[in-house]
């Protein structure tokens, strides 16, 4: 009788505890401040970055400058840079920002520009947030630092419980990614802020920023602009529970030390090192950055998609590449590590092969990509696409030491490969780079900004090393028939050591590889892909 009593006691106890989680995340948001809008500082032509910039802009009247930051530490290394010589304002806008060593060497320079005088305003979204509330609020007390949190949890702890209460409004994030200073500069692409986005960790993303400058910069910032002051972006203050003075001083006393721990110890790393030797710094210094000139635009979501059905397209970027895209005339190339067409885009796609655009198509293969689910929903697709006439291309989980093998650049062969960029070309004269995947999520429930560059030079340049590169780096995936049974079958061919060779099963898959893939398959998930 004793034992029972006790098990009903606990049971007891548990039921409370999960009880009282689920009211906590049923509780819901609390009140957002009314806040006065807050725009942009306009004129900023007094700064550094203004009077370097302005001799040149003067030469390219309606034109902005783009330098492409293809390397991770140089992408790495532009932002710190950034950082450092801001004046009067920084906006940071960002779907991760880990706390790891390169995410803590951006906020130590950001901070250390708030230092200076900067004002800074921080706007990330708040899935990668869990146990934030701290430090974020440290930081948020800094007099020159505003911090606020997009499309937040109500709960702040026990959020595994919302996933179920309010499954369709967390479901909704803010994926764009920026950073600009004195509305001068500003670097936009694909990166996130962690190591594995700058060539720090064992597996590293290939990707794709701009750094531009002109009058492509202001609409940048009015797109920030839009998210900061929108519904869905909360001030940290309105979710966290209040620090007191001496607990904001102190708390923010151990995130410096923290920092400066992180700063030191990547300063002394190889990495740091190659940081410091960086091409783009390098270039900076000699005077010998290469420029590319062109006309430009913003295209971007709206802030208020994440408050309207995913089925209302009125705020959202996709009809809008679509156009630019379906503008092809005799070739289009479209990198996107998560490639989920739905049945309309791939009518689309063998449509603009009937009408004589050779499509090109280069993605993650399963051993390269971080989501297996998203494999699951584009491998069906390849047969249909190659039939159509599509080249389609799969990067190798061991690009890196392929490449590396040619002396070519990137961040060594230990690194495992993974595809993270999303960079679409049209006639080799219209470039796209930012965070918008061609798939369901990109298009219907995320938020994503990038820009579109008119620039053949840059286009050319960008065009040459991915050709270069992608039979040493990828797989090129054929259809072709068995000679023995004479039915067709996909193949993936690539070149290893210099030498050619052919798979007829797919790489890095094995038998227990395979029915997980058949199990993806069958859930009914593509439109969360």
């Known amino acids: 009788m004793g034992g ?35 725009m942009a500082v306009q004129d900023t032509s007094d700064t550094a970055l203004a009077k370097e910039l302005a001799p040149e802009l003067a030469k390219h009247p309606g034109e902005s400058v783009f330098y492409p930051l293809v390397a991770g530490t140089d992408a790495f290394a532009m932002r710190i840079a950034l950082a450092h010589v801001a004046q009067r304002t920084l906006d940071v806008q ?24 900067v004002h800074v305003r921080l706007l990330l979204d708040d899935i990668h947030l869990a146990r934030q509330d701290k430090v974020l609020s440290a930081i948020d007390a800094h007099p020159n630092i505003e911090v606020r949190v997009f499309n937040p949890f109500a709960s702040r702890n026990l959020r595994l419980f919302e996933y179920v209460t309010d499954f369709g409004r967390i479901n909704r994030r803010m994926h764009n990614k920026s950073m600009t200073a004195d509305n001068q500069l500003t670097i936009v692409g694909g990166r996130n802020v962690g190591d594995e986005y700058y060539g720090a960790a064992k597996t590293d993303f290939s990707d794709l920023d701009l750094l531009a400058g002109g ?66 710094l390098q270039a900076i210094h000699q005077g010998t950055l290469p420029a590319f000139w062109g006309r430009a635009i ?15 397209d009125s705020t959202h ?53 971080d989501v297996s689910a998203v494999h699951a929903g584009y491998a069906p697709r390849r047969e249909a696409l190659l039939k159509a006439g599509v080249i389609l ?82 797989y090129q995936v054929v259809v072709e028939t068995d000679p023995a049974t004479g039915k067709e079958q996909m193949e993936w061919v690539t070149q290893e050591d210099g030498v050619l ?3 007829r099963s797919e790489p890095n898959m094995s038998g227990w590889d395979h029915f997980k893939q058949g199990v993806l398959r069958m859930l009914p998930v593509e439109s969360q892909l």
């Open 94 to 117: 960002y779907y991760i920002f880990e706390a790891d060593d390169t995410g803590a060497a951006l906020l130590a320079a950001i901070m250390a520009a708030a230092d200076r005088g």
């Open 215 to 280: 009058p492509v910069v202001p609409q940048v910032s009015a797109v920030f602009d839009d998210y900061w002051n929108s519904e869905a972006a909360y001030p940290i203050s309105a979710l966290a529970k209040p620090l007191s003075g001496e607990e904001a001083a102190s708390e923010q006393k151990r995130l410096r030390q923290t920092l400066d721990e992180h700063a030191i110890a990547l300063q002394s790393s190889a990495y740091g090192k190659s940081v410091l030797e960086s091409g783009v």
């Open 317 to 369: 970027a996709i009809p809008k590449l679509g156009k630019i895209l379906d503008s092809a005339q005799h070739d289009l190339t479209l990198i996107s590590p998560y490639f989920v067409p739905p049945d309309s885009a791939m009518e689309w796609l063998t449509g603009l092969q009937k009408r004589g655009v050779q499509v090109r198509i280069l993605t993650n293969s399963y051993g390269a990509t």
């Open 393 to 474: 291309y799969e990067l190798k989980p061991s690009a890196y030491a392929e490449l590396a093998k040619k002396k070519s650049h990137g961040p060594g062969g230990s690194s495992r490969a993974s595809l993270h960029a999303k960079t679409y070309m049209v006639d080799r004269h219209l470039l796209f780079i930012g965070s918008l995947n061609l798939d369901p999520r990109s298009a219907r429930l995320n938020t994503e900004m990038g820009i579109v560059v008119d620039s053949a030079p840059l286009c050319e340049m960008l065009g040459k090393s991915v050709d270069a590169a992608l039979l040493d780096a990828a």
């Open 501 to 503: 060779r052919t798979y």
């Open 4 to 38: 029972t009593r006790k098990s009903a006691s606990l049971f007891g106890r548990c039921l409370v505890i999960v009880m009282a989680a689920l009211l906590s995340a049923c509780a819901g948001l609390p009140q957002r401040p009314a806040l006065a809008p807050e």
């Open 298 to 312: 913003v295209i971007a979501d709206r802030a208020a998609k994440v408050l309207t059905p995913p089925e209302d």
